[in-house]
């Protein structure tokens, strides 16, 4: 989770690409919308798994923002798949 906001941050979409599950990665990523936002932080608030052999995973964060020098959040609820012992984003639930 950290590595792939660390990669929102660097604008580096060959990372989020790659470590997207295939199944939900979309097709393109566009990471240099104007306005840009400006990541100030991220809060790992929980995290769920079943049994220790289990191949998912569960994230709750809230990744803070500022926008055209508005504060933000971003809080969702992400889940992971284990794919030949690497860690995929599969998809997430937006908090409102």
Same mark, same amino acid.
């Given at each position: 989770? #950290?590595?792939?906001?660390?990669?929102?941050? $660097?604008? &580096?979409?060959?990372? @989020? +690409? %790659?470590?997207? %599950?295939?199944? *939900?990665?979309?097709? %393109?990523?566009?990471? &240099?919308? +104007?306005?840009?936002? /400006?990541? *100030?932080?991220?809060?790992?608030?929980? *995290?769920?798994?079943?049994?220790? &052999? &289990?191949?998912? =995973?569960?994230?709750?964060?809230?990744? #803070?923002? $500022?926008?055209?020098?508005?504060?933000? =959040? @971003? %809080?969702?609820?992400? =889940?992971?798949? +284990? #794919?030949?012992? /690497?860690?995929?984003? @599969?998809?997430?639930?937006?908090? +409102?």
């Amino acid at each position: 989770m #950290r590595s792939r906001y660390t990669a929102y941050v $660097k604008h &580096d979409t060959a990372y @989020l +690409q %790659h470590t997207w %599950h295939p199944d *939900t990665r979309p097709g %393109h990523l566009v990471l &240099d919308a +104007q306005p840009a936002p /400006r990541w *100030t932080g991220l809060n790992i608030l929980r *995290t769920a798994a079943g049994l220790a &052999d &289990d191949s998912s =995973r569960t994230v709750e964060f809230e990744a #803070r923002y $500022k926008l055209n020098g508005r504060a933000c =959040r @971003l %809080h969702e609820v992400s =889940r992971f798949v +284990q #794919r030949d012992g /690497r860690w995929y984003y @599969l998809d997430g639930d937006v908090a +409102q």
